[in-house]
């Protein structure tokens, strides 16, 4: 039997998640598809505690992935140190010497504008490399 596609995959995890994770989750994946037109779906990472894997968007070299947690969906930038960040939207893993993340909450306004231009600083990144 053929596994099914990224997308259609990420589709299932969305799906499994309903409320605003699954809300939150399908937001933020817009965003990050807008961002560039080059930017691609993976899964990754399955294993029998997350048979499901998990959601990355690459292009060049992996951006971002996304982790539904008990209280937040996070987007965590694999090379988010090297990352312009003018609108502070990165608020977790700030320690890291490499990655950066942003723990998105229920009810928290995303600023499409802002995530969308990291997306943007991430792909430039995997270019240069």
């Known amino acids: 039997m053929e596994e099914k596609s990224a997308s259609a995959q990420i589709d299932d995890i969305i799906a499994k998640n309903p409320g605003w994770k699954g809300e939150m989750t399908t937001r933020l994946r817009a965003v990050i598809l807008a961002a560039d037109s080059g930017v691609f779906e993976e899964?990754?990472?399955?294993?029998?505690?997350?048979?499901?894997?998990?959601?990355?968007?690459?292009?060049?070299?992996?951006i971002c992935v996304c982790d539904i947690l008990k209280n937040a969906v996070?987007?965590?930038f694999p090379k988010g140190a090297q990352l312009r960040d003018p609108q502070k939207l990165f608020n977790t893993r700030l320690d890291s010497k490499?990655?950066?993340?942003?723990?998105?909450?229920?009810?928290?306004?995303?600023?499409?504008?802002?995530?969308?231009?990291?997306?943007?600083d991430a792909v430039v990144i995997n270019q240069v490399k």
């Open 43 to 62: 899964v990754k990472w399955k294993k029998p505690s997350r048979p499901e894997g998990v959601p990355v968007w690459s292009q060049g070299g992996m």
């Open 74 to 76: 996070r987007l965590t």
């Open 98 to 120: 490499t990655v950066r993340a942003v723990d998105f909450s229920e009810g928290v306004a995303v600023d499409e504008p802002a995530l969308a231009a990291i997306i943007r």
